[in-house]
């Protein structure tokens, strides 16, 4: 369900001294200057025009890429009017090395600047070892062939994670501009995620929040752990129910750590269902590449208009069988 209502990579992508002659594969493209950039810097107008971050298009500017119509010397800050025309030589992108692949997700929203999507457990995000082929990504690149670019990088624009045995939720950037405007949101909380997770006992006081710092477990290099000199971490939850030594809680993260729900409710002696590597002592009712524990609500602003977007993906059906199993007996 929907409603409307920086990451400035700053990729290398010439030589140094490479001129505009030197890159005869260019795309130059001209651009009428509108009513709605009337006023407006040329590096904003020119970010959104070509859909790419301001930081990269500074960049066109600054290496001579760009020019203005009437002629005037340019550079990023100069204020553009109605009935100005720009014309910018954007150069071929690098490559990146991976083979676009049909992976199974289901794309929940899409337009020209982002793709929500529903990531089902088991789908590694992003290329890892162990795990160089059929992820997430080589699934983007297939099914999307222009998301491969971004900012003259041709790379997909991943600006937030699951863990491979979490489902749910995910917004992805289409181009430049949609990478830089939700990294910003992002990194601002700005970004609304709500999970589902069942959890082994009762969380204290119903509800609450859960702000240890998260760093990497002293003891075991494969997990995370609650440490004092981890970073920054919150998390909210509430009990939704209690049933059987289990309960069905809403968890919304402030930060983005890895692993952050996982470690926080096993800090509080509730570690979800089917986790092994936090509940290694319990068994599970899942397979391995599964925990319960689900992206179900997502809120962000749109990248381009500003509108306000919301998203709600309910429990998968496998999750959905085991609690009415723990529930109800069924």
Known sequence: MCSTSSNGTNDKIFEEGE??????????????????????????????????????????IKEGRAELFPPRKIKASLKVAA?????VEVPPAETLDLEPQDVDFETVYEDGDIIVV?????????PAP????????????????????????????????????????MVVARNGLAQEGLFRDFKARRVQKEYLAL????????GGAVKYPIGRDPRNRQRM????????????????????????????????????????MQALRCPLVGDRLYAP???????????????????????RSGGEMYFVQPLPEELMDYLKKVRWGK
């Not at 009935?83 to 014309?87: E, F, H, L, R, Y």
């Open 199 to 206: 959890c082994y006992g009762m969380p204290p006081n119903g």
């Open 118 to 126: 529903n990531k089902p457990a088991g789908l590694v995000v992003h």
């Open 225 to 264: 752990a609650c440490v004092e000199d981890g970073r920054d971490a919150w998390t909210d939850y509430k009990t939704l129910w209690s049933s059987n030594a289990f309960s069905l809680l809403s968890c919304t993260l402030h930060s983005g750590r890895t692993h952050q729900i996982r470690v926080h």
């Open 130 to 169: 162990g795990h160089w082929r059929g992820t997430l990504v080589h699934g983007l690149l297939f099914r999307y062939p222009d998301i491969g670019t971004l900012n003259g990088v041709r790379r997909p624009g991943i600006v937030h994670r699951l863990d491979a045995t979490t489902s749910g939720l």
């Open 19 to 60: 001129g505009l002659s030197s890159a005869p594969s260019s795309a130059v493209q001209r651009f009428e200057i509108t009513e709605e950039f009337d006023g407006h810097r040329v590096d904003f107008a020119l970010s959104r025009l070509l859909g790419v971050s301001r930081a990269f298009s500074q960049r066109l």
């Open 83 to 87: 009935g100005d025309a720009v014309m």
């Open 281 to 303: 002592s319990r068994q599970s009712p899942f397979p391995p590449e599964r925990i319960f524990l689900h992206s179900w609500k997502l809120a962000f602003r749109h990248p």
